[in-house]
C-alpha cells in the first residue's frame, strides 16, 4: 500500500534540510527517475539505500547541482551506499506504454537491481504503480526533502547524461552532449532539419507540425 507525503513549497535558491529517514529503524530506499520531458533517449531512474549516519554537505536535489557536483557526489553514493542500482527504459517502450507508466517501470527495475531488499520505498512524486511488492510512500518534492531519494536523483540524472552524450557521438547533429535530448529550440530545429532517430520518442509532440515527421 502506498501513501503520500505533502509539504510547503522548497523557496529557490534555499538549500534544504535533508532528512536521512522517514520512520527509524526501517530500511528505506529512495526512488527518482530522470528524463521525463526528453524528447529522445531513454528514462532512467534509480534506488539507493543509504547507511545510517550518512551525510554529504553537497547532497541535493539533482536539478540544484552543477554537472561537477553532481559527479563528485555519484562517486561518494557509489562507495558509500549500502546498495544502489540504475535501470532505463528505451524510447520505444516508452512510446508503447507511456512515459508515466515507463517511469513507474524504470523505478520498479531500478529497485529490482538492488542487491539488498529494502523495507520500504521512498519515492519522489504523487504517485507510484508499484511493481516491486514493497510497501512504498510517495512524497512530494521527495528530492529536495530526502536524503535516499536525492542520492537516487543524482545517479538517474548522471547515468542518463552519460548515455546521451554516447547516443550524441552516433548523432551529434542533436546536440544531446548538451541538451541531453530535451526539447531545447536548437534540438527541435535540428528534427526540423535531419528528421527523427531510433532513439527519438514518436509518441512525444516532437514538433508543432507533427505529420511532417512521418510522411
Not at 545510517?52 to 536535489?61: A, K, P, R
Not at 558509500?80 to 520498479?108: G, K, Q, T, Y
Not at 512530494?140 to 554516447?166: F, P, W
Request: aromatic share 6%; proline share 5%; with cysteine.
Amino acid at each position: 500500500m502506498g501513501n503520500q507525503v505533502m509539504g510547503s513549497p522548497i523557496r529557490k535558491h534555499e538549500r534544504p534540510r535533508l532528512e536521512p529517514f522517514l520512520m527509524a529503524g526501517r530500511m528505506e530506499a529512495g526512488c527518482d527517475e530522470a528524463g521525463r520531458g526528453c524528447l529522445a533517449g531513454p528514462v532512467s531512474a534509480a534506488a539507493v539505500i543509504l547507511p545510517e549516519g550518512f551525510y554529504h554537505e553537497l547532497l541535493n536535489d539533482s536539478k540544484q547541482l552543477t554537472e561537477n557536483e553532481r559527479n563528485v557526489l555519484r562517486t561518494v553514493i557509489e562507495t558509500e551506499a549500502l546498495a544502489w542500482a540504475v535501470a532505463f527504459v528505451s524510447p520505444a517502450e516508452i512510446d508503447e506504454i507511456n512515459i508515466l507508466n515507463a517511469s513507474f517501470r524504470a523505478m520498479s527495475l531500478a529497485v529490482e537491481k538492488l542487491r539488498v531488499k529494502p523495507d520500504h520505498l521512498l519515492i519522489d512524486g504523487n504517485r507510484f504503480r508499484n511493481g516491486t511488492g514493497i510497501p512504498h510512500t510517495c512524497i512530494v518534492g521527495g528530492d529536495a526533502r530526502m536524503m535516499s531519494i536525492a542520492a537516487a536523483s543524482v545517479l538517474a540524472k548522471t547515468y542518463r547524461d552519460e548515455v546521451m552524450g554516447q547516443l550524441h557521438s552516433e548523432f551529434p547533429v542533436y546536440g544531446w552532449d548538451r541538451n541531453k535530448g530535451y526539447p531545447t529550440a536548437a534540438h527541435r530545429e535540428a528534427i526540423l532539419n535531419s528528421g527523427v532517430t531510433p532513439y527519438h520518442r514518436k509518441s512525444f509532440r516532437l514538433l508543432d507540425q507533427q505529420l511532417k515527421l512521418f510522411d
